[in-house]
């Protein structure tokens, strides 16, 4: 599992790749806090080379929500491929995110 924070613009793009199991989530962790400290901007989590996301990979995508939320932030997800959409349907998670 990597992650990759950039600027694109005004908005501040996490890159995700690889398998976001429950090992991976405690991995980037603290990379997502950072991200959760900024998130009265704009944030776009760029699922693009995701291959597989598990509920601790969820889980940190609503942290990311939450802190969003609280601090007026947007929240964006993009490029996810079937079978992650598949998940976010089934969990509900598609209707809590705005999918770009």
Known sequence: MNIKIENEGSAIVA?????????????????????????AGRIILD???????????????????KESAAKSGKLQVRNINAD???????????SLFEII
């Open 47 to 65: 699922c693009t080379e995701l291959a597989y996301i598990s509920s601790s990979g969820l889980r940190l995508f609503l942290t990311l929500r």
């Open 84 to 94: 992650i959409r598949q998940v976010f349907m089934m969990t509900g998670f598609i």
């Open 15 to 39: 890159r995700l790749s690889g398998r976001l199991d429950t090992a991976a989530a405690a991995e980037i962790a603290p990379d997502v806090q950072a991200l959760a400290e900024q998130a």
